[in-house]
Structure formats: structure tokens, C-alpha cells
């Protein structure tokens, strides 16, 4: 199958995650009428859900494209952060059997979405936890490998992870302190920890093992994606 199934109200969710979906159109709208109204009306009543399965989809693709290769047999138990609808793990799911996913996410839209660099101030969400595991389950991942938590409410899974991924949201928008001291607690000496930074040298300080593993200009903020494991201290 080259797309993904959609359930309703995914759509909108998976544009403001991935702001790359909409074309030239939907581009000027959002210049025209302004971010409240591109986020809350336009996104709501005017995508097409069967075009955007299919271009998120193929976007996926490339995306695991720049990861497969370091994802071992052995490793079993994943963690996403900031992983919007998940579809990254719904094709690692389709590649690689018996995995487990946790997923720490937000259940909210934030009212005007900016793209910005919240720091340690990171109140910017787009995502609704319920929709989330719907697309996950409709994409073939069972209820049993699913393990969803939201960022704001619930306690976070306390188990050494293998692989953490966080794709344009850790380090990205807001900084990797927010998460820290947690990930201290969940990693193994040789978790892979991979995740887009828009300051890449920064992290040879923090960890004994940074790997830059694809280099992005073309996105909002223009950022080096990283493998890193091994916490310093
Ligand atoms: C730009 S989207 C990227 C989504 C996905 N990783 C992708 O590549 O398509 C950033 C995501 O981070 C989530 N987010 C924001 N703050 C977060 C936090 N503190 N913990 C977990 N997720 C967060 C947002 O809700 C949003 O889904």
C-alpha cells in the first residue's frame, strides 16, 4: 500500500504537523487570511484526507529511508517524541515485526500555530491522542504494541528504551532540556536517541556518541539530524 488510511479529522492534524504537505494554494491562503484562520477554519473544512494519506505517506517513506539502517533486530521497545500522528512508526511497523511503540505527545491545537524555537518554553502542540491511535490502529499497528502518553497530564514510561526518535519536534522547536533528565532515566548506554537539531556541535558535549545522519535545508528551521547515544554523565 503506498498511502495511509485517514480517519476523519487526521488531515488537518498531519498538515500543521507536517506544514510541507500543502502546496502553493493552501500556501496563500495561509498568507492571505493569516495563521488563526489558516489553523482553525481552512485546514478544518477544505483538505483533501485521501491526498494528504498518500503524500505523508510517501513522505515516511524518505523518512525511514534516513534511519532503517541503524534500527537492529534486536531492538525491540521504541519511544517517540513528538511523533504527530505517527506515521513514521506505522512504516516501521510494516517493515519490521514485533516492535513495541510509547509515544509522548500533546493533546491539543495551539490556537495560532508558530513554527518558531519555543526554548524552554514549549507550549506549541497539533495533535489529538485519540485521532493519533485511531490512524496507528486503521495502519495496522495492534492495540497491544501501542502505548500512547500525554506530555501535560500523564506520568512518562519509565523503561530503558532502544530506540527514541523525535522528527522536528525535540531540539527543534523547543529545547532538549524540556526532556533531559528523563531520557537519562529511560537510556541504556546504546540507545540510539535520534532527532533533529537545529544545533548540532552542541550535543558533542552532552553525549560520547553524535553521529550527523542527514543535513536539512529545506525546512523551517534548517537543522542536522543526529544519532546520539552514550550520556556524558
Ligand atoms: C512539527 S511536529 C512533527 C511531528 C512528527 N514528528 C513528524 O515528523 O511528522 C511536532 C510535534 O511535536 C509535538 N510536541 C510539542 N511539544 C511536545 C512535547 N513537549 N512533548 C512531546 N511532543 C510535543 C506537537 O504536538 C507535534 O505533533
Redesign the pocket.
Known amino acids: 500500500m503506498n498511502y495511509f488510511i485517514l480517519p476523519s479529522k487526521a488531515a488537518r492534524?498531519?498538515v500543521?504537523?507536517?506544514?510541507e504537505l500543502i502546496g502553493p494554494f493552501f500556501k496563500k491562503l495561509r498568507k492571505l487570511f493569516g495563521r488563526y484562520i489558516f489553523s482553525n477554519f481552512i485546514t478544518k473544512y477544505f483538505l483533501k484526507s485521501e491526498l494528504i494519506g498518500k503524500k505523508?505517506h510517501s513522505?515516511?517513506i524518505d523518512?525511514f529511508s534516513t534511519i532503517k539502517k541503524f534500527i537492529k533486530e534486536e531492538d525491540k521497545l521504541f519511544l517517540?517524541?513528538?511523533?504527530?500522528?505517527?506515521?513514521?512508526e506505522v512504516i516501521i511497523n510494516q517493515s519490521l515485526d514485533n516492535k513495541n511503540y510509547s509515544?509522548?505527545?500533546?493533546n491539543?491545537?495551539s490556537k495560532k500555530v508558530k513554527?518558531g524555537w519555543?526554548g524552554k518554553i514549549?507550549?506549541?502542540?497539533?495533535?489529538n491522542l485519540s485521532v493519533q491511535k485511531n490512524f496507528l490502529q486503521m495502519n495496522g499497528m495492534q492495540n497491544s504494541q501501542i502505548n500512547i502518553f500525554d506530555?501535560?497530564k500523564d506520568s512518562l514510561p519509565v523503561t530503558k528504551f532502544d530506540v527514541i526518535?523525535?522528527?522536528?519536534?525535540?531540539d527543534?522547536?523547543?529545547d532538549f532540556e524540556?526532556?533531559m533528565d528523563y531520557l537519562k532515566k529511560v537510556c541504556k548506554s546504546d540507545t540510539k536517541i535520534i532527532f533533529?537539531t537545529i544545533r548540532a556541535d552542541y550535543f558533542i558535549k552532552v553525549f560520547k556518541n553524535v553521529e550527523v545522519i542527514k543535513t536539512q535545508e529545506n525546512t523551517?528551521h534548517k537543522s542536522k539530524r543526529v544519532l546520539c547515544s552514550n550520556f556524558l554523565d
Do not use: C, K, P
Not at 517517540?80 to 513514521?88: D, E, F, H, T, V
Not at 514549549?122 to 495533535?127: I, P, Q, V
Open positions: 492534524l498531519i500543521l504537523q507536517r506544514i505523508y513522505i515516511m523518512e517517540s517524541i513528538g511523533g504527530g500522528m505517527g506515521g513514521l509515544f509522548i505527545e500533546r491539543y491545537v513554527y519555543g514549549n507550549d506549541e502542540a497539533y495533535n506530555y501535560d526518535i523525535s522528527l522536528l519536534s525535540l527543534y522547536h523547543y524540556v526532556y533533529d523551517v
